[in-house]
């Protein structure tokens, strides 16, 4: 069985997320709180928890060239239903807080059984300022991991074309 690079995979389930995000943003019972204000309409407007701005390949190619992808995994705490971690945040200010000014959401996703998953693009001098919104606003509610991230679909498909040839 082949093994395709993590990108690869990540586009494949790309739609697959999107769709169980249209579900769970439909219940209430799984109502995540006020994700950051979504951009003019892209994708569905049901889902609260992916912005339209949110394809890592429509956004990969914007902002600044100096600017690094980081994608944070916002592990939820599962020792605590979803409303003591939403108070847990409206305490902490984390919807005020995060990002920070100067910071663009690239993609949020919701990962069952995970918690969330934050792809921003993050101006160098930006970057302390993401870490003290995490560790002000999102410490208590979710665990959290930080991972540089880069867009690897424009060589995925340069190389495919070039294999196809």
């Known amino acids: 069985m082949p093994t395709y690079p993590a990108a690869v995979r990540r586009a494949a389930a790309a739609p697959l997320l999107a769709a169980a995000g249209l579900a769970l943003a439909a219940s209430p019972a799984f109502a995540q709180g006020s994700p950051p204000a979504p951009a003019p309409a892209r994708a569905p407007q049901a889902v609260p928890l992916v912005p339209p ?72 001098d930006k970057l302390r300022e993401v870490n003290l919104a995490v560790e002000n606003g999102a410490w208590g509610a979710f665990r959290t991991e930080f991972y540089p991230t880069y867009d690897y679909r424009p060589v995925w498909e340069q190389q495919r074309a070039q294999r196809r040839r």
């Open 53 to 124: 701005s949110a394809s890592p390949a429509a956004g990969a190619a914007s902002g600044p060239q100096n600017a690094i992808l980081l994608t944070i995994f916002l592990r939820h705490d599962q020792s605590k239903p979803l409303p003591e971690i939403n108070a847990q945040l409206d305490r902490s200010g984390f919807h005020e807080r995060f990002p920070p000014p100067g910071v663009e959401v690239v993609s949020w996703y919701v990962m069952m059984g995970i918690g969330q998953v934050v792809t921003l693009r993050v101006p160098p």
